[in-house]
């Protein structure tokens, strides 16, 4: 009996780690790190799909149950569009909604992450798909920040205007900043609604 749940349990994480564009996925390991996203009372579960209002705000963030915490770590948190501007012709991808630096572990809780300046490093742009794309993977991926000192995001595009979000290359960015594939990383669907 054990060994077909384990059989069911990798085949699941398979799936749903399909889902997230293979060049993303590389790092996860979810006996060491996850990701959690909730959405006011939402919690964010691979492949659910919500509605745009709901996801209107940015979300909280922590981290899932993990013996591997440390809590002198900082982490990076990114949301992309890779469907953009849809998942058949994904021209416009990865369109980039959303970056958080400087996450840590809150002292008050295990798991739970914020940042001590909440001002994010590339502010929130909620979903706006577009009406006949279909539905959208919101992708969340989380990075370890580097320990080095001074350390300063770079790569980000210039401004936060719509039209400078299209495109943004995930690989480059993480040469750049000198990161390592994402640690963990989840999902949700969203599509135009009328």
């Known amino acids: 009996m054990l060994p ?11 799936v749903v780690w399909a889902q997230i564009p293979d060049q993303f996925t590389s790092g996860f390991n979810n006996n060491t ?11 964010v579960t691979d492949g659910e799909k919500l509605s745009l209002n709901v996801v209107k705000s940015s ?26 501007p849809s998942r058949a012709n994904p021209t416009a991808a990865n369109f980039l909604h959303w970056v958080k630096t400087d996450l840590r572990i809150r ?3 295990a798991t739970n992450i914020t940042a001590d300046n909440a ?51 995930v690989s480059a960015w993480m040469v750049v900043n000198g990161l390592a594939p994402a640690k963990a990383g989840t999902y949700f669907l969203a599509e135009f609604e009328g």
């Open 4 to 14: 077909s749940v384990v059989f069911s349990t990798i085949l699941l994480t398979s």
């Open 33 to 43: 790190i996850s990701l959690v996203v909730t959405y006011g009372a939402n919690k």
């Open 59 to 84: 979300p909280t963030l922590a981290l899932g149950d993990s013996s591997s915490l440390n809590t002198n770590s900082r982490y990076i948190v990114i949301m992309i569009d890779p469907d953009a």
């Open 107 to 109: 002292s008050s809780t």
């Open 119 to 169: 001002t994010a490093a590339f502010s929130y742009l909620s979903p706006a798909p577009v009406q006949g794309s279909g539905p959208h993977r919101y992708t969340f991926l989380l990075f370890d920040q580097p320990r080095r000192d001074g350390f300063v995001l770079q790569g980000l595009p210039a401004n936060d205007l719509p039209a400078s979000r299209v495109g943004f290359n």
